[in-house]
């Protein structure tokens, strides 16, 4: 589960509700010649349709039936998109919400034309089908309204229903064979891996138990033989709670948010850079921490959102996912959404349901250049960190050098780690570049406020 099956690459982006047909273009388009391992997609499965709350982003989290029909497309267009990325190297992984179904007092008909009944104590999606017996008895949640209400308790956390999400009861082998049915059609047809929504409020054994009925993915996809699907599991440990993340090691990647809140002081105030990573915190280790500067949840004030720099100050957030992608910890997500003024609204649309098309812009925007230098400099180490306060920089082995500046400007001879020669800067399109002398030091110099940072790689980046 440890493997995202990308040959080495070090980047997914999560195309944060994108319709599939846009998806396969921008995988052909863009993503494969920038370097991208793979793009994390907004849940597939059938879906509540809520017009009373003007179809907002987060009924996809609300499954109907694991049938793929979705607001981004049928079936046809999902595997067509699956087929597509596979054959330009870009993978798919699938945002797996599997912790529940819809949210209680909820009943109709789905958009995949499949029933639900969660009014009172029925719980009926005959689309999978799960009847009232495959939910979490009610005597096994500790909390007086059945809902989580103490993250100090671990059956609370886990027995208890996620703001009022009616909690499929994991312990069944029923359960477990109808998840491990869905997330098989999901490698048949040649999704690389998943994302475990809401994984803190599901026991580590019982994902264990459905992971272990998982096939190999498929060689005519493009797998190597034996390839096991890529696994990281959303656990929010912000060290104020009884889950810790390390509880999910033996099933893969765990989300690690404290490092959105760490990379955010750190933009704030660079001298905090220099101890992103505190292990002392629990931060979880490296070969299985799966980090991102926000997320589609904190970028919009959900899941408690807090201290995370997002979109809406674009020039601090420049440097938090330009630090992000040159530091060696974790494997990294970039995030690609969309506009929004109010928290809970959907993607743009054609009117009501419909979700529009992308519009691609004629300057491609989004620097690949990050991308290449992560991949680049894939198995070195941070070398020679130097840090002033007001500028960082540091070496990623003898393959790559990164400097930062806040306000903008620096000046300063640098050991690069470098062999000498002259290396051109990716941020600016190699209209500028250093100088590496014999002894590896190097003149560093910036001069760009709005893209104050400046990255080389040995042998160019790309
Ligand atoms: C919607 C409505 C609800 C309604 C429900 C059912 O909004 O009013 O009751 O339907 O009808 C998304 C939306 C929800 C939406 C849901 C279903 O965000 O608003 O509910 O779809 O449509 C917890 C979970 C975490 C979860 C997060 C939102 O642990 O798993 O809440 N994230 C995932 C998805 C998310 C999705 C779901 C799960 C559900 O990414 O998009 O919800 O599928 C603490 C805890 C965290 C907890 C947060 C928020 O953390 O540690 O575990 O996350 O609180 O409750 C500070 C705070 C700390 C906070 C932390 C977060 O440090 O001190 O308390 O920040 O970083």
Redesign the pocket.
Known sequence: FYDPNCNGKQVMVHLFEWKWTDIAAECERYLAGAGFCGVQVSPPMEH?ILPE?NY???????PVSYKLYSRSGSEAEFIDMVHRCNSVGVRIYV?A?V??M?????SGIADGGSSYNANGDARDFPGVPYSAEHFTPRDQCPSGDGN?ND?SNPSN?RNCY????TDLYGKLDYVREKVAGYFNQLIQIGVAGIRI?????MWPEDISATLSRLTDLPTDQGFPAGSKFYVFQ?????N??A?KVDEYYNTGYVTE?RY??KIAWGIKDYGQLSNLIDYGWGMARSDRAFIFTD????QRG?????NVITHESPRDYKQAVAYTLAQDYGFTRIMSSYYFTNT?QGPPSNGGYSTADVIINGDGSCGGGWVEFRNAVVGTSMENYWNNGNAVAFSRGNKGFFAMAKQGSMSESLQTGLPAGSYCNIIDDCASSIQVGADGTAQISINNYEEPILAVCAGGCG
Do not use: M
């Not at 929504?197 to 409020?201: E, G, R, V």
């Not at 959303?234 to 912000?238: G, K, R, S, T, W």
């Not at 997320?295 to 904190?298: A, F, G, Q, R, S």
């Open positions: 509540v709350n907002p982003w987060w009924q996809r989290y609300q945002d919400v912790n529940h819809t949210g209680t007092g909820r989580v993250y956390v996620l703001v009022g999400l929504d809401a994984a803190k409020h959303e656990v929010i440990d912000q104020d709670g889950i948010f959105c809140s997320n589609h949840d904190n959900h899941g408690g959102g807090g809970d």
